[in-house]
T-cell receptor, first 113, second 114 residues
Framework: GQQLNQSPQSMFIQEGEDVSMNCTSSSIFNTWLWYKQEPGEGPVLLIALYKAGELTSNGRLTAQFGITRKDSFLNISASIPSDVGIYFCAGQLGAGNNRKLIWGLGTSLAVNP | NAGVMQNPRHLVRRRGQEARLRCSPMKGHSHVYWYRQLPEEGLKFMVYLQKENIIDESGMPKERFSAEFPKEGPSILRIQQVVRGDSAAYFC????????????FGQGTRLTVV
C-alpha cells in the first residue's frame, strides 16, 4: 500500500535550536497535514497544506507542501521544552468516498533545556 | 463544546474476552474514524463511519473486529476474543464533513490484553 517516509525518526536537540523534519512518498497527495502527539494524548493538528508549493506558518512552526506534491517539510524555530512530542505527517489522497489519510511513522523530538 | 470523548481511557482484558471501545464525536460531527496505534508506530486507519453507515472498513481486520455508529449514541469499536496482539492505543477522530482535514482526535483508549 501507499507509504510515507518520515525522517528523522528521532531528534534530541538543545533548547533554542531550530528543527527540521520531512515526509516523502512515491504517491501524489491532495493535502498534507502535520500533527503533534504528546504522551498519553491524541494527535493535534498543527498545520494543514492544500496546494503544491504552499508555505504556511503557525507561530514558530512552518510547513511547506512540495511542488511535486510528493513531499512536505515541517520546521520548528527556536525550540522550547514544550515542543517535546511525536510529530506526524499525514497525506490525503483519493477523491470522494475513496479519500484516505496515509500517516508517517513519526519523528520523536526531545528538547534539552 | 466538548471535544471527542473516548472511554474508557484504559481497558484491561484477558485473552478471549470482548473489548468495547466508545467514542462520542464532537457536537455536530457526523463522521467518525477509528485508528490503531502500536507502541513506537504511527496511526493505522481502521474504519470510517457516518451515522448508521460504514463507509470504509478497509483497515479493519476481517475477523473479531466490528464497528458501528448508531443514529443515537456513541460509535463503538468491538473486538471479540481478544488476543495479546490486540494490545494498542485506539484513537477515534471526528469531523464535520467527509474526510475533512480538520478532524479532531480523542485521547484514545489504551487496551492491554493479559
Amino acid at each position: 500500500g501507499q507509504q510515507l517516509n518520515q525522517s528523522p525518526q528521532s531528534m534530541f536537540i538543545q533548547e533554542g535550536e531550530d528543527v527540521s523534519m520531512n515526509c516523502t512518498s512515491s504517491s501524489i497527495f491532495n493535502t498534507w497535514l502535520w500533527y503533534k502527539q504528546e504522551p498519553g494524548e491524541g494527535p493535534v493538528l498543527l498545520i494543514a497544506l492544500y496546494k503544491a508549493g504552499e508555505l504556511t506558518s503557525n507561530g514558530r512552526l512552518t510547513a511547506q507542501f512540495g511542488i511535486t506534491r510528493k513531499d512536505s517539510f515541517l520546521n520548528i524555530s527556536a525550540s522550547i521544552p514544550s515542543d517535546v512530542g511525536i510529530y506526524f505527517c499525514a497525506g490525503q489522497l483519493g477523491a470522494g468516498n475513496n479519500r484516505k489519510l496515509i500517516w508517517g511513522l513519526g519523528t520523536s523530538l526531545a528538547v534539552n533545556p | 463544546n466538548a471535544g471527542v470523548m473516548q472511554n474508557p481511557r484504559h481497558l484491561v482484558r484477558r485473552r478471549g474476552q470482548e473489548a468495547r471501545l466508545r467514542c462520542s464525536p464532537m457536537k455536530g460531527h457526523s463522521h467518525v474514524y477509528w485508528y490503531r496505534q502500536l507502541p513506537e508506530e504511527g496511526l493505522k486507519f481502521m474504519v470510517y463511519l457516518q451515522k448508521e453507515n460504514i463507509i470504509d472498513e478497509s483497515g479493519m481486520p476481517k475477523e473479531r473486529f466490528s464497528a458501528e455508529f448508531p443514529k443515537e449514541g456513541p460509535s463503538i469499536l468491538r473486538i471479540q476474543q481478544v488476543v495479546r496482539g490486540d494490545s494498542a492505543a485506539y484513537f477515534c477522530a471526528s469531523s464535520h464533513r467527509q474526510m475533512n482535514t480538520e478532524a479532531f482526535f480523542g485521547q484514545g483508549t489504551r487496551l492491554t490484553v493479559v
